[in-house]
């Protein structure tokens, strides 16, 4: 009998990955599709991270197993970053290096959630926050902002939401999938509120860390009285558009760390040897690449929300970092087309791919089921002509 477990039985499939697949499809039979539902840079990954790789090929001496947390001198020049960019005091014993910043929060997960443990979720939320709790057997408790604060959870719904069996919270800032980034004043406040209870810990994505458009990244981390209660999550996927490098990291009371490593060294060991070469360079070398990524990200961010606001009975906001949108798209719903009525936002994403041809992910994967999530990591050219397909499907849908 071909029996799944339960865990895996009932785990949702990623659903930026699942519509990612249904676009692949589509070109395959020759659509034209523009694909707005990755959050993948669009650009290369820049030319002296790759030849900093290469010439790690050439020296041959990187292809043992590598440490399980990561090769000390990239653990080293991480802690450095942090400390001087973030003011997260830290050393090298601090750091885990992982496959991928998704690997790291579940390191972390799997390492302090214990079964009926309740995580805290600030949500919108990225899709695999919930999945990962779910896994552990923890018990996932969604704390949602609203639009008009550009969706950003408060201090005062964190304190309401604690219990006696809160064991963590997670969030990102800036946001996957809102954009939204926590000032000072506001991680401050949830920082107050975090004091107060030594036993949980916070778990803070920053993974879209430089492409900030507000002038300061906080890092939780850095605030003393909860220094001892944070883990930071980061990574080179998007300010280094090292996305299939496969390298994230955490920054954790040592306690955590070494939970992690004696963790991951039961599941994958030490991550991909030349990879951890390129991430040095990319984190030690030139940052001017990065720089200018976000200069073009701000771009097409002004040049979407122009376009986003043309588009009638859509609620917008303007995104403080990232490189998504993601409107309020319920006024749509209930609305039909050629004898097709949309009911939500899962069955708009598919109205959109399959009459504009362009995919873009619905909200409830993200714990907002009256949104979708629209990427703007792509050409100019791509991004005015997938909107001006979106306006026009959407101008179909009748009342």
């Known amino acids: 009998m071909n029996k799944l477990s339960d865990r895996i039985a009932g785990l949702a499939e990623s659903a930026t990955i699942a519509m990612a697949q249904k676009a692949r499809e589509y070109k395959e039979k020759g659509i034209n599709i523009i694909s707005l539902s990755l959050g993948e840079p669009d650009f290369s990954t820049p030319k002296h991270i790759a030849e900093g790789a290469?010439?790690?090929?050439?020296?041959?001496?990187?292809?043992?197993?590598?440490?399980?947390?990561?090769?000390?001198?990239?653990?080293?020049?991480?802690?450095?970053?942090?400390?001087?960019?973030?003011?997260?005091?830290?050393?090298?014993?601090?750091?885990?290096v992982s496959t991928g910043a998704k690997q790291s929060i579940a390191n972390v997960m799997y390492s302090i959630v214990n079964p009926g443990d309740e995580v805290i979720i600030f949500s919108p939320y990225w899709v695999s926050y919930q999945a990962v709790v779910q896994l552990t057997e923890g018990i996932p408790v969604e704390v949602k902002g609203d639009i008009s604060n550009n969706f950003k959870t408060t201090a005062e719904q964190l304190e309401a939401a604690i219990t006696d069996k809160t064991r963590a919270i997670i969030y990102s800032s800036p946001s996957n999938p809102t954009g939204?980034?926590?000032?000072?004043?506001?991680?401050?406040?949830?920082?107050?509120?975090?004091?107060?209870?030594?036993?949980?810990?916070a778990i803070a994505d920053e993974i879209y860390e430089y492409i900030n458009f507000v002038g300061e990244h906080v890092s939780l981390g850095s605030f003393p009285e909860v220094a001892d209660q944070v883990v930071t999550v980061n990574g080179f996927s998007k300010g280094h558009a090292m996305t299939g490098w496969r390298i994230g990291y955490i920054c954790a009371p040592e306690w955590i760390a070494k939970a992690c490593t004696k963790y991951q060294g039961q599941i994958t060991s030490g991550t991909n040897s030349i990879a951890q070469r390129a991430a040095l360079v990319a984190i030690t070398a030139d940052q001017e690449p990065t720089r200018k990524m976000k200069e073009a990200y701000l771009r097409r961010r002004n040049l979407v929300l122009d376009l986003l606001n043309e588009i009638p009975d859509i609620k917008n906001y303007t995104p403080s970092g990232a490189f998504y949108f993601f409107p309020d798209v319920s006024?749509?719903?209930g609305r039909s087309s050629e004898g097709r009525t949309v009911n939500n936002a899962d069955e708009l994403a598919m109205y959109l791919l399959d009459v504009a041809h362009v995919s873009v992910v619905t909200?409830?994967?993200?714990?907002?089921?009256?949104?979708?999530r629209l990427?703007?990591?792509a050409s100019d050219e791509d991004l005015k002509e997938a909107l001006k397909r979106i306006k026009d499907a959407l101008a179909k849908l009748k009342k």
């Not at 010439?55 to 991480?78: H, N, T």
């Not at 506001?186 to 975090?194: F, G, S, W």
């Not at 909200?363 to 979708?372: L, T, V």
Request: proline share 4%; charged share 25%.
């Open 54 to 96: 290469k010439a790690a090929i050439d020296e041959g001496k990187w292809f043992d197993y590598s440490p399980v947390p990561g090769y000390g001198d990239l653990r080293k020049a991480l802690a450095e970053k942090l400390q001087r960019e973030n003011n997260i005091k830290c050393t090298e014993n601090n750091i885990v």
């Open 180 to 201: 939204a980034v926590w000032s000072r004043e506001e991680l401050a406040a949830i920082a107050k509120v975090l004091a107060k209870h030594k036993n949980i810990i």
């Open 331 to 333: 006024a749509y719903f």
């Open 363 to 372: 909200g409830s994967a993200f714990g907002a089921p009256e949104c979708i």
């Open 375 to 377: 990427s703007y990591a």
